[in-house]
T-cell receptor, first 111, second 115 residues
Framework: AQTVTQSQPEMSVQEAETVTLSCTYDTSESDYYLFWYKQPPSRQMILVIRQEAYKQQNATENRFSVNFQKAAKSFSLKISDSQLGDAAMYFCAYNGNKLVFGAGTILRVKS | ETGVTQTPRHLVMGMTNKKSLKCEQHLGHNAMYWYKQSAKKPLELMFVYNFKEQTENNSVPSRFSPECPNSSHLFLHLHTLQPEDSALYLC??????????????FGEGSWLTVV
């Protein structure tokens, strides 16, 4: 069965600094997708970034980028120039035969 | 503004009550989902509907009864719930089923408290 592990329950970053959230997954599938979702206090889950496993190039969306290491089954999220609005719960998700979410990482941004 | 709208946003119900959660999506998607989010637990997929047909039921107790009259609407009927069912219930949609790698779009959730 596929599993997604987010080993950091909570992270803090200073405004304008960079932070990396880690995610590892376990699967025997070769074709799948990976996502990072953000859940702010409003509770609506919002897609941050999406990565297709067959693409070697790391996905990037403005200040958000991923470090996708397929062999290591690692999919970390880097947030550059952190802003107060980035404070939220971040979920890593694996989408292959099933969609599986990690337990989440709370990100706090200090001003 | 979200393409997936859930009502009510907050619901308090007794264990003997019958209530329903409603979800509507305005994105033209064909797949809809119910998720349960409890404190200190990963997001749990409950039901999946694809083109109005239920394609997944993750061993959800029968006191939760989903209904999908069309691709735009999804209901979760609740009856004789337990206090441990108190949680945030998230509705979501995607163009087709999630196995195709589609991005899933979520609503803002319905907070349910069972007293």
């Amino acid at each position: 069965a596929q599993t997604v592990t987010q080993s950091q329950p909570e992270m803090s970053v200073q405004e304008a600094e960079t932070v990396t959230l880690s995610c590892t997954y376990d699967t025997s599938e070769s074709d799948y997708y990976l996502f990072w979702y953000k859940q702010p206090p409003s509770r609506q889950m919002i897609l941050v970034i999406r990565q297709e496993a067959y693409k070697q190039q790391n996905a990037t969306e403005n200040r958000f980028s991923v470090n996708f290491q397929k062999a290591a089954k690692s999919f970390s999220l880097k947030i550059s120039d952190s802003q107060l609005g980035d404070a939220a719960m971040y979920f890593c998700a694996y989408n292959g035969n099933k969609l599986v979410f990690g337990a989440g990482t709370i990100l706090r941004v200090k001003s | 503004e979200t393409g997936v709208t859930q009502t009510p946003r907050h619901l308090v119900m007794g264990m003997t009550n019958k209530k329903s959660l409603k979800c509507e999506q305005h994105l033209g998607h064909n797949a809809m989902y119910w998720y349960k989010q409890s404190a200190k637990k990963p997001l749990e997929l409950m039901f999946v509907y694809n083109f109005k047909e239920q394609t997944e039921n993750n061993s959800v107790p029968s006191r939760f009864s989903p209904e999908c009259p069309n691709s735009s609407h999804l209901f979760l009927h609740l009856h004789t719930l337990q206090p441990e069912d108190s949680a945030l219930y998230l509705c979501a949609s995607s163009p087709t089923g999630h196995r195709s790698g589609n991005t899933i779009y979520f609503g803002e959730g319905s907070w349910l408290t069972v007293v």
